[in-house]
């Protein structure tokens, strides 16, 4: 079964092809994120509008890429939410107007339980994942992005139950804000962890253990990182070096404060997964969206399995597959096929998990 993905939640412009919910025939993204850039962070409108010009171009590339006709295609999944209304509305129309044109039903698709289905997806020009190689039932997902954390057990595909989520800042929100207090650039989750590998140890008495790990021993799976972020702009407040991330001194600051950020945020994320994984007596673990790239959650995650001879096994897609692509849609849509027919699609902006 060949499905078309489309995604446009936020500020990417993204197509693929997908067979039988594993195999990767062609992954084609294109990013508003050097305008962002200018900015410091998104702005709904510009997004909106580059999709217009790129969301043709980006479906063409990607079905003569997969070296398929569009009536070998079987359906068309496209992400209906959550995300920002302008950027949905421009995948939904195009989604629409194809499924009438071509003839084809349409998978509406959420994207956050759409970001899990990356465990399922092989990176292209691989070998297909076989059953034996997928993740097993029950499973913890940890989606974490920029506007959204969220811990779900899946105790099947389409059964999925919400265990605790962000009450304020998200954690890719928290490390947008934090760069932002230090003077890094956006996007802020990459420009941390870069600024992180640069610290010196000479000065790591400084800041050790100065952050606060929020929620991190609270009898839920719920997570907060306002109160992280307000720790480090008061820090920032205190001491301006911080924010100087040119030279001197204060780039030996900036390098340590991001480490100590980059710490603090992934050492809440990984106990409390760990912790569900271990309530539920799972069989996998699954982590998903673009904070899923970050290096130092991956290697957590990961050192946890090898030290404690854990029953359940850890899933990370390879980074390219962790911030927004269409290949996860139309892995998502090829185990969870709901067709519907293209008027009775429509766009919510806040739709949650499950």
């Given at each position: 079964?060949?499905?078309?993905?489309i995604?446009?939640?936020c500020?990417?412009?993204?197509a693929?092809?997908?067979?039988?919910?594993?195999?990767?025939?062609?992954?084609?993204?294109?990013?508003s994120?050097?305008?962002h850039?200018?900015?410091?962070g998104?702005?709904p409108?510009?997004?909106?509008?580059?999709?217009?010009?790129?969301?043709?171009?980006?479906?063409?590339?990607?079905?003569?890429?997969?070296?398929?006709?569009?009536?070998?295609l079987?359906?068309?999944?496209?992400?209906?939410g959550?995300?920002?209304?302008?950027?949905l509305?421009?995948?939904?129309?195009?989604?629409?107007?194809?499924?009438?044109?071509?003839?084809?039903?349409?998978?509406?698709?959420?994207?956050l339980?759409?970001?899990?289905?990356a465990?399922?997806?092989?990176?292209?020009?691989?070998?297909?994942?076989t059953?034996?190689?997928?993740?097993?039932?029950?499973?913890?997902?940890?989606?974490?992005?920029?506007?959204?954390?969220?811990?779900?057990?899946?105790?099947?595909?389409n059964?999925?139950?919400?265990?605790?989520?962000?009450?304020?800042?998200?954690?890719?929100?928290?490390?947008?804000?934090?760069?932002?207090a230090?003077?890094l650039k956006?996007?802020?989750?990459?420009?941390?962890?870069?600024?992180?590998?640069q610290?010196?140890?000479?000065?790591?008495?400084?800041?050790k253990?100065?952050?606060?790990?929020?929620m991190i021993?609270?009898?839920?799976?719920?997570?907060?990182?306002?109160?992280?972020?307000?720790?480090?702009?008061?820090?920032?407040?205190k001491?301006?070096?911080f924010?100087?991330?040119?030279?001197?001194?204060g780039?030996?600051?900036?390098?340590?404060?991001a480490?100590e950020?980059?710490?603090?945020?992934?050492?809440?994320?990984?106990?409390?997964?760990?912790?569900?994984?271990?309530?539920?007596q799972?069989?996998?673990?699954?982590?998903?969206?673009?904070?899923?790239?970050n290096?130092r959650?991956?290697?957590?995650?990961?050192?946890?399995?090898?030290?404690?001879?854990?029953?359940y096994?850890?899933?990370?897609?390879?980074?390219a597959?962790?911030?927004?692509?269409?290949?996860?849609?139309t892995?998502?849509?090829?185990?969870?096929?709901?067709?519907?027919?293209?008027?009775?699609?429509?766009?919510e902006?806040?739709?949650?998990?499950?």
């Amino acid at each position: 079964m060949i499905i078309l993905g489309i995604e446009t939640s936020c500020d990417e412009t993204a197509a693929a092809l997908v067979e039988d919910g594993t195999k990767i025939l062609s992954n084609v993204v294109a990013s508003s994120v050097e305008l962002h850039k200018k900015t410091g962070g998104i702005i709904p409108e510009i997004a909106a509008r580059e999709q217009l010009k790129c969301i043709v171009p980006v479906i063409q590339q990607a079905v003569q890429s997969a070296k398929c006709k569009v009536q070998n295609l079987d359906a068309i999944a496209v992400t209906n939410g959550p995300g920002l209304i302008g950027s949905l509305l421009v995948g939904v129309e195009t989604a629409k107007a194809l499924a009438y044109a071509w003839n084809k039903p349409i998978i509406p698709i959420n994207h956050l339980q759409a970001h899990l289905y990356a465990n399922w997806l092989a990176p292209q020009n691989q070998s297909p994942i076989t059953n034996h190689q997928s993740p097993e039932f029950p499973a913890i997902g940890l989606v974490v992005s920029g506007g959204h954390t969220d811990l779900v057990l899946m105790k099947g595909h389409n059964n999925l139950k919400w265990l605790g989520g962000t009450r304020d800042d998200a954690a890719g929100e928290c490390f947008d804000k934090t760069a932002r207090a230090l003077g890094l650039k956006y996007p802020g989750g990459p420009e941390i962890a870069l600024a992180a590998e640069q610290r010196t140890k000479n000065i790591e008495h400084r800041l050790k253990n100065k952050l606060p790990r929020p929620m991190i021993n609270d009898d839920n799976f719920d997570f907060s990182f306002s109160g992280l972020k307000t720790a480090v702009i008061n820090l920032v407040k205190k001491q301006p070096s911080f924010a100087k991330a040119s030279k001197g001194r204060g780039e030996i600051n900036v390098a340590q404060m991001a480490h100590e950020i980059q710490e603090a945020i992934t050492d809440v994320l990984v106990t409390k997964t760990i912790r569900a994984a271990q309530k539920h007596q799972v069989k996998s673990i699954l982590l998903a969206g673009g904070v899923a790239a970050n290096s130092r959650l991956r290697e957590k995650l990961s050192n946890h399995l090898i030290i404690k001879s854990s029953n359940y096994q850890i899933f990370i897609p390879p980074p390219a597959l962790c911030t927004d692509n269409a290949a996860y849609i139309t892995a998502c849509a090829y185990f969870n096929q709901k067709f519907v027919s293209w008027e009775k699609i429509k766009v919510e902006p806040g739709l949650r998990i499950c």
